[in-house]
């Protein structure tokens, strides 16, 4: 499974079945499939003069199989060594939340459920109808977080996505943990996700602040 679509279990909210944190969710989305992409090989940063966030340009490797990261690498290929971390995570997260939802329906994952409010207003929620795999993402991700297990580096990108969009980290089991303790330990994680995880979260943080104090 995608990380992308790790993150969107992850952000699915059970009892209301709707998607939480959607304002970057895209951009976090191409977040994702950049870290995967750069984790498989097929994408490196190279340093941009007089700018802190490197570009991305891809590096021949074999093309992946999941056709997700084939659309990802495509996009990617369109601007080889052209554009930012940034513009090229807010490009792969473009019309990519939908079908990444229809794939975790396709794989038992979810269920989708069409209906309307009052009979008129459309409306689509999600169900969570194998929850296997989102109760082990918790459990790994409260297992780095409170136990200090080394996280694999899919997992650190996925807290610096998460953390990136001020995610509360409440479905986690914090065994005793203080709040301090928790954030300190996101902190540390997601300063050693490394890119593209950390160019990604920070910008989306940074504008989340500013629309905040706006």
Same mark, same amino acid.
């Given at each position: 499974?995608?990380?992308?679509?790790?993150?969107?279990?992850?952000?699915?909210?059970?009892?209301?079945?709707?998607?939480?944190?959607?304002?970057? $969710?895209?951009?976090?989305?191409?977040? !994702?499939?950049? +870290?995967?992409?750069?984790?498989?090989?097929?994408?490196?940063?190279?340093?941009?003069?007089?700018?802190? $966030?490197?570009?991305?340009?891809?590096?021949? !490797?074999?093309?992946?199989?999941?056709?997700?990261?084939?659309?990802?690498?495509? &996009?990617?290929?369109?601007?080889?060594?052209?554009?930012?971390?940034?513009?090229?995570? +807010?490009?792969?997260?473009?019309?990519?939340?939908?079908?990444?939802? !229809?794939?975790?329906?396709?794989?038992?994952?979810?269920? &989708?459920?069409?209906?309307?409010? %009052?009979?008129?207003?459309?409306?689509?929620? %999600?169900?969570?109808?194998?929850?296997?795999?989102?109760?082990?993402?918790?459990?790994?991700?409260?297992?780095?977080?409170?136990?200090?297990?080394?996280?694999?580096?899919?997992?650190?990108?996925?807290?610096?996505?998460?953390?990136?969009?001020? %995610?509360?980290?409440?479905?986690?089991?914090?065994?005793?943990?203080?709040?301090?303790?928790?954030?300190?330990?996101?902190?540390?994680?997601?300063?050693?996700?490394? %890119?593209?995880?950390?160019?990604?979260?920070? $910008?989306?943080?940074?504008?989340?602040?500013?629309?905040?104090?706006?």
């Amino acid at each position: 499974m995608l990380i992308a679509e790790d993150l969107l279990l992850l952000l699915l909210d059970e009892e209301s079945r709707k998607l939480t944190k959607t304002r970057y $969710m895209e951009e976090c989305l191409g977040g !994702a499939l950049l +870290v995967e992409l750069a984790l498989g090989g097929y994408v490196e940063a190279i340093p941009w003069r007089f700018h802190e $966030m490197k570009r991305v340009r891809i590096t021949g !490797a074999p093309a992946p199989k999941d056709p997700g990261l084939v659309i990802a690498l495509a &996009r990617v290929a369109e601007k080889d060594g052209r554009w930012s971390t940034w513009r090229i995570s +807010v490009r792969l997260g473009e019309e990519m939340k939908q079908p990444l939802l !229809a794939h975790l329906v396709q794989v038992g994952v979810l269920r &989708r459920h069409d209906d309307k409010v %009052w009979g008129l207003i459309p409306r689509r929620r %999600w169900e969570l109808r194998d929850g296997r795999h989102r109760h082990n993402l918790i459990r790994q991700i409260g297992d780095v977080l409170t136990r200090r297990v080394d996280p694999e580096p899919r997992t650190a990108g996925l807290v610096a996505l998460l953390d990136g969009l001020k %995610w509360d980290f409440e479905m986690i089991d914090r065994r005793g943990t203080s709040e301090d303790q928790l954030v300190s330990r996101i902190h540390e994680v997601r300063d050693g996700a490394g %890119w593209p995880a950390n160019e990604v979260a920070g $910008m989306i943080a940074s504008l989340i602040r500013a629309e905040e104090n706006s």
